[in-house]
C-alpha cells in the first residue's frame, strides 16, 4: 500500500496545513510530510509546483496515493472518516454544531481580528489588541462558552474534535496577544487544554523555533507597538 504524502507548509505560517495535520494525526494516519516553504519569495515557485498536481496551487494537499485531496477542510473530513467517525460528535445536531463552526472559520471567520495573522502569534512583541478587536473577540469566546456549557468541556463536544482543531491556531493568535477571557471561564480552560494538546504542543514547538514571518498588516497606522499583557 503507497504511503500517503501530506504537503504542509512553514509551520509558523500555515494554520490550514496545521489544522489538516492536527486531524491526519488524530485519526493515526501514517503519511509522509512534506513542509513547503510558504515565505516570499520562494512561495511563488514552491506553490506553482504545487499546482502541477492540486488545481488550488495551495497547501494542505494530502496526495493518497489514489487521489489527491487539496482543501484543509476535505482532509480533516477525509481524516474523520478514516478514524469512523470518532473526530465528529455522534448525535446528527451535535454534528452538524460542530460543522457549522468549522465552516464558519473556513469562511473567514467573519473577519474577527483580520489583523492578528497566525504569524504574529510567534513575535516576541506583539502590540495590544484594539478596543474594536477585544470586541470582536466578544462573539467567538461567547459562542465557544455556549458550547462548553452544553458539553460540560472540557472540548467543545466533550470529547476532542475537528471542531476543536480547527480553531486552534485562533486559540494561540488570540490568546497569545492577551485576549481577554476573563468573562469565559470555560473558554479560558478550553484554550489551556488546546496548548496542552501533545499534537498542537508538538507542532507550536516546532513553530517557535522558526525565523519570524513579518506581515505588513499586522501594525495599525499612527499607533506603537505595546507588548500584550
Known sequence: ???????????NASSWAMRAWLALRAAELDFEEVVIDIRRPQRFNNLEKIGEFSPPA????????????????????????????????????????A??????????LSDICQRISFESSFYSE???????????????FSCFEDCLSLSGGPFLFKEVSLAD????PGVFRLTRHGADLSRWPMTRAWTREIAANPLV?????????????WIDEYLIPGEDIRLAG
Open 58 to 97: 495551495a497547501v494542505p494537499v494530502l496526495d493518497t496515493g489514489n487521489s489527491v485531496i487539496f482543501d484543509s477542510l476535505a482532509i480533516m473530513e477525509f481524516a474523520n472518516d478514516l478514524s469512523d467517525g470518532r473526530l465528529l460528535p455522534v448525535d446528527t445536531e451535535l454534528r452538524a454544531r
Open 201 to 213: 504542543a508538538e507542532w507550536m514547538n516546532e513553530a517557535d523555533q522558526l525565523p519570524h514571518i
Open 1 to 11: 500500500m503507497t504511503r500517503p504524502t501530506f504537503y504542509s507548509g512553514t509551520k
Open 165 to 168: 482543531f480547527v480553531h486552534t
Open 126 to 140: 506583539k502590540r495590544e489588541l484594539t478596543q474594536l478587536e477585544q470586541a470582536e473577540c466578544q462573539r467567538l
Open 99 to 108: 460543522r457549522s463552526l468549522m465552516a464558519w472559520q473556513h469562511s473567514g
